[in-house]
């Protein structure tokens, strides 16, 4: 019996949920309250991604955020929910190129 494991060249690394990804997220809403971007880092952090919020205005926070598929899902959903000074109406992602970061940087630190 052959236990080899053999990769579908036409199947998309993005669909892996063993390869690590980057993508950007745009958090929209009302999302201005200075504790969100500390909240984002550590929430990222406990998720074990590495990262940096890159912008933060009163509408909207911008991030890069790599890791495995499902964490970044969970960051997604941590995000959308965040914390009570803050109403997330959306989150927009985007795959972007792999970011070689070790740990997760924020504006706020």
Known sequence: MDHTTTRDPDRDSADDPMIEQ????VVLGDVGA?????????HARRLGLRGAILRQ???RIDLVVTGLPDLLDAMALGCSLGPQEV???RIDRTPTALQNLNDFASIAD
């Open 57 to 59: 205005e009163a509408d």
């Open 22 to 25: 980057s993508q950007s997220f």
């Open 87 to 89: 109403w997330v109406e």
């Open 34 to 42: 200075p504790i969100f971007a500390t909240w984002i880092a550590r």
